[in-house]
């Protein structure tokens, strides 16, 4: 597979975005070299223990392909109930479909544009934050997104901004004519007092596999806010791998919700460094697989400095022979007092073949800290669930009543209004087709 | 509040480490290293039938293959196998003493110093006593008593000679020689041990007990301990550990296999107190243990409680193969660290049977500038219907220089199984300090008082004598980690 990559960067190089760019060609190769020396990520890697990527090997993916399925500006999906005041971006195959975007109306200070566009105006200042080589510690799918970026998009935030519409980012996948691997960068930067809500969704269109290996930065500056949701609903033959890396300031905030109902394997691996006093993240989540999918969150957050808080809940339903992996550490570093640091997984298992392997993790340090976990699995409850047919609801009827009720409490901590509803009718559309498979 | 006085007594005594100290006794040693030969010579010396040596030596030839195990959260220098001896017996004249006072009168005083006279014991506690002095047992008491209930408790190598088909039966069966670096080394070299066989039906009369001792210097010990519950009998199995003083490191690799079979139960209890070097982490001992139990049978239930306060290094995972249908497996620790030492210690509970239940509570204190981690696996394997797991894990960090880890992981297959794990990790809490203090308690007292309590759910398992001895452990181990 390593070699497939490198044959892919080879027939590439010409056309990244900034291949003019003497310092970012030089970062590529030293990406696609890190990549090479470290592989695809194995399961002898601690962190990748329960996730396996073997599947993705037997794909034979092409460097490029030609779109084949249309896709129209009304075909493009939305999450948000009324979508003309957010301003939007549409990614097919990890390209930017100009036609089906809308940036709409950025106030002062704001900037959101495509990567290959902030590369050619303002080369600079991406150069700092694009460099993530360093990190001896560097995750193999990092290594290989830097040496292959594509396409992303950079949101930029001057101080005190505050975007009042939330930015939605739709990608698309399997439109080509051969199985695709893409590897989007995003960048967002929110300096000091400023707020925006992101919402990233991913679909498909076609019916090739694809493989999306994105990273996005976020660095949250003193006293901003982040809200970072994800709905991921990629086909059922495409491979999901998600990397997050936030750095969040004094007295700011990271909200991220990401929801998982979609690809034959995915990853989300979010790490958050809190390194400012008051800084707080609440890292939530939610998925819904069955088949044979193959769902993992994992994630790393680091307490730095003194009185930072961090909560994070995720909860999954597994159905059929699918398999979830739920892996959390919390760091808390030495001197890092007054932590507050919570994680909880909980899982329901709907059959005998399905599988959940977890480990929440604790790494502490520091003395006067409150930090705990919390893991739980098992089937529905059987007093709720007699409760409920004995008031005459059908088995499965009430099964989804529960499972909705289950998901529907993390889905209520999501503040941005109007997304809530869209997961709601996810789940609902998920439960309606497991019923109709009875 | 007895205790608590009696703790603070203890530590106002306490100079320095309360064992440390080297009985002289001529030993019959065997040349520093490792090799093919020691292999041997161990195994004449103890006059070994020939399958056992094939099995030694199998065990050797693997071991010089296996890498060292590097994902527990301990550091610590490469270990020099060569620079260490594998055998040391105390020397008595032709063969070992037939009672207590043909017993090496300065063995005696060291348990005297160690505070288990042994004919005391003998007569109040009711508690029968293999000691293992180094490597060989030199006396073993109430065998009588045991032996009308036809109950079985001698040295391993007295099992080997006398009872090889159940030695060769179970042994390695629940721990196969190529487990894991550290029981492949014990399988090659290991010296002597214990070996329990309770026959059908038999509640045995007593709570066996073994007290070990490191004492000539640089020998590695290497114990075996084989226990054998057959079915519808009860063991309770207490282990404790003293170490003298020294500056080298010293290797301790034991194996411990318990087997329950059907409606058998096995409780096991170790107090750890092994030399945690000085300090400044100088010296102490590696105490790299396998442990684990196989619940064989229909509704057996093996319980392991450990107390583990001593070691510079303890790598230590009491497990439980759930193997039989309803069978139960528990799991209580404390783990104390003080000053520089670093413990990775937790249990592994794997779901086979039908309606198998498992619970875990782990209490993990660290002062100084130790480390503590809880390690621990939850399996739940696709047949194990019904299986029902609990497991709570509590730290408490005393000082801010020190770190409390935990790692578990969590395996379910089974919709039927119902997991739940809970971990939580804080400090003592100001209130409950300034409210003892308010009182006239002093500070260091309050501290063992606190201790104390957070520990309760495990003490409250070890059995009566061991309880009381845990106790005054947990404020002796915390001792300068106050003010």
Redesign the interface.
Known sequence: MTDAFTDHFGALRDHFPGQDLPWLAELRDRGLQRFAESGLPTPRLESWKYTSLRPIEKVDFAATGVPRACVSIDQAPSLLPDHTDCHRLVFVDGHLRRDLSQLGDLPAGAKLLPLSEQLAADPDWLQTHLDRLDDSQLPPMLALNTAMMMNGFVLHLTRGTVLPHPVEVVHLGGAGDAPLAYHPRNLVVLEEGSQATLIEHFSHMGEQAYLSNSMTEASVGAGAILRHYKLQADALNAFHLATVEAEIGRDATYDSFVMTTGARLSRNETSVRLNGEGATCHLNGAYLVRGEQHCDNTTVVDHLVPNTTCREVFKGVIDDKARAVFQGKLKVHRDAQHTNGHQLSKVLLLSDRAEIDAKPELEIYADDVVCSHGATAGDLDHDALFYLRARGIPEAEARAMLIEAFLGESIDQIAAEGLCPALMTSIGHWLADSRREV | MAVTVETVEQVQALDKYKYGFVTEIETDTAPKGLGEDIVRFISAKKNEPQWLLDWRLKAYRHWLTMPEPE?AKVQFPPIDYQDAYYYSAPKSPDDAPKSLDEVDPKLLETYEKLGIPLREQEKLAGVAVDAVFDSVSVATTFKKNLEEVGVIFCSISEAVQKHPELVRKYMGSVVPYGDNKHSCLNSAVFTDGSFVYIPKGVRCPMELSTYFRINAENTGQFERTLIIADEGSYVSYLEGCTAPMRDEHQLHAAVVELIALDDAEIKYSTVQNWYPGDEDGKGGIYNFVTKRGACRGRNSKISWTQVETGSAITWKYPSCILQGDNSVGEFYSIAITNNRQQADTGTKMIHLGKNTRSRIIAKGISAGRSDSTYRGLVRIS?KAEGARNFTQCD?L???????????????????????????????ISEDQLFYCRQRGIPEEDAVALVVNGFCREVLQQLPMEFAVEAQKLVGISLEGSVG
């Open positions: 994902w696709a730290s960090l005393i000082g801010d220089r020190c770190g409390a880890h935990t790692v578990p992981y969590i395996e379910s297959k089974n919709r039927n199984a119902i997991l739940e794990h809970e971990a939580t990790t804080s400090r």
